[in-house]
T-cell receptor, first 115, second 112 residues
Framework: EAGVVQSPRYKIIEKKQPVAFWCNPI?????LYWYRQNLGQGPELLIR????????DSQLPKDRFSAERLKGVDSTLKIQPAELGDSAVYLC?????????????FGSGTQLSVL | QKEVEQNSGPLSVPEGAIASLNCTYS??????FFWYRQYSGKSPELIMS????GDKEDGRFTAQLNKASQYVSLLIRDSQPSDSATYLC????????????FGTGTRLQVFP
């Protein structure tokens, strides 16, 4: 079974530039999460999808961040314009469904450096 | 007060020893607790989950939960150098919204 696939693995951009990250969850997983992990910190949830619907985006900085999950499968997270403080690892995770005991499977992440 | 607190470490233990990793949480209604392992430059992977007070054992790993003290721990017996990683405690702080909060992680170093 293929795991959660993310691309690109690394991205270096200058501030004020746009950037996009892509995630393909495990087949059959209805719930998809985007997390941001700063160096030395734990992952912080940005947005959670159940199928196509964003059910928790309270931590997403909506002035510059946007996300979509068309057809309830792949998802894209975009930052426009990027700021220096956006440098972090962006992790995508998926689970079969939403539930307190559901296991999250993480992708390898995209390491973003904003110069 | 942070919702999930961990000592950042590093915690250094010799090979073969027991490593004890601790985590406290602030929300008394939290129901689900998880330990993730994260190797340097890699993504987190779930190693243990626990929902009831007491101990839960899986191989060399034992998770311990004490809801009255709002404390969850992970014991690693017979520690191996390959166990060297950052261990993240995660707590579901809201049963209704299924929101998982991660601690900052404890870095474990197992030396030969």
């Amino acid at each position: 079974e293929a795991g959660v696939v993310q691309s690109p693995r690394y991205k270096i951009i200058e501030k004020k530039q746009p950037v996009a990250f892509w995630c393909n969850p495990i087949s059959g997983h209805n719930t998809l999460y985007w997390y941001r992990q700063n160096l030395g910190q734990g992952p912080e949830l940005l947005i959670r999808y159940e199928n196509e619907e964003a059910v928790d985006d309270s931590q997403l900085p909506k002035d510059r961040f946007s996300a979509e999950r068309l057809k309830g499968v792949d998802s894209t997270l975009k930052i426009q314009p990027a700021e220096l403080g956006d440098s972090a690892v962006y992790l995508c995770a998926s689970s079969r469904r939403t539930g307190v005991d559901e296991k999250l499977f993480f992708g390898s992440g995209t390491q973003l450096s904003v110069l | 007060q942070k919702e999930v607190e961990q000592n950042s470490g590093p915690l250094s233990v010799p090979e073969g020893a027991i490593a004890s990793l601790n985590c406290t949480y602030s929300d008394r209604v939290s129901q689900s607790f998880f330990w993730y392992r994260q190797y340097s430059g890699k993504s987190p992977e779930l190693i243990m989950s626990i929902y009831s007070n007491g101990d839960k054992e899986d191989g060399r790993f034992t998770a311990q939960l004490n809801k009255a003290s709002q404390y969850v721990s992970l014991l690693i017996r017979d520690s191996q150098p390959s166990d060297s990683a950052t261990y993240l405690c995660a707590v579901n702080i809201d049963y209704n919204t299924d929101k998982l909060i991660f601690g900052t992680g404890t870095r474990l170093q197992v030396f030969p």
